[in-house]
Nanobody, 122 residues
Framework: DVQLVESGGGSGQAGGSLTLSCTAS????????MGWFRQAPGKEREAVAS?????????ADSVKGRFTVTVSKDNDKKTLYLRMNSLKADDTAKYFC???????????????WGQGTQVTVS
């Protein structure tokens, strides 16, 4: 199994920046994709950004040009980062890291999820 541990998040000001990180362990990092999803109160969960097993990034239209997803690899651990710039109030949500043994993590039909971290933009 893949274990996911998220960190970062918190409160930020509109126009400011925040960075989330998610460390995955438990399996060879080359075998699974990782992604960030978010869910705001009263709304459905949506994909934000992801990295494929070939390290190709993908972004939701709502965050393109503002958010950057990157990955680092160290032995059997893989850490996914989400740098969020030019924050907007609409970015307020609980952000979840997810992974699966797929090439792409662009949908939320994934098997492994972190506990989530709250991002609030005011």
């Amino acid at each position: 199994d893949v274990q996911l541990v998220e960190s970062g998040g918190g409160s930020g000001q509109a126009g400011g920046s925040l960075t989330l990180s998610c460390t995955a362990s438990g399996y060879r990092y080359a075998s699974y994709c990782m992604g960030w999803f978010r869910q705001a109160p009263g709304k459905e969960r949506e994909a934000v950004a992801s990295i494929s097993t070939d390290d190709d990034p993908a972004y939701a239209d709502s965050v393109k040009g503002r958010f950057t997803v990157t990955v680092s690899k160290d032995n059997d651990k893989k850490t996914l980062y989400l740098r969020m710039n030019s924050l907007k109030a609409d970015d307020t949500a609980k952000y979840f890291c997810a992974a699966d043994f797929l090439q792409y993590c662009t949908t939320d039909r994934l098997g492994y999820w972190g506990q989530g971290t709250q991002v609030t933009v005011s």
